[in-house]
Nanobody, 122 residues
């Protein structure tokens, strides 16, 4: 099995910063793309940012210039640095990863974390 555990959410004032972390553990041979998604109340889950194992990044237009995604491949961990936070960033943030579980498996399976709440409010 593979587990993704997020941490770092919380309550922050507009203009503030938070750093989310997501550590993958379990039966892992390699991880391809890792990413962050978010879901606000009454809305669909949406992409925030992704990063490949080689470091190529992709961001939603709404967070470009404010959020930075990074990863530590040795620790199977992905980070999301969120600056200049706005009330509309309020959501549950979910970690996602494409994991190859063993050398004998040539395919990647997709996994989700349990989510961490980010609330931006004064």
């Amino acid at each position: 099995q593979v587990q993704l555990v997020e941490s770092g959410g919380g309550l922050v004032q507009p203009g503030g910063s938070l750093r989310l972390s997501c550590a993958a553990s379990g039966s892992i041979f390699s991880i391809n793309t890792m990413g962050w998604y978010r879901q606000a109340p009454g809305k669909q889950r949406e992409l925030v940012a992704t990063i490949t194992s080689g470091g190529t990044t992709n961001y939603a237009d709404s967070v470009k210039g404010r959020f930075t995604i990074s990863r530590d491949n040795a620790k199977n961990t992905v980070y999301l640095q969120m600056n200049s936070l706005k009330p509309e960033d309020t959501a549950v943030y979910y970690c996602n990863a494409d994991v190859r579980r063993s050398w004998s498996r040539s395919y990647y399976s997709n996994y989700w974390g349990q989510g961490t709440q980010v609330t931006v409010s004064s």
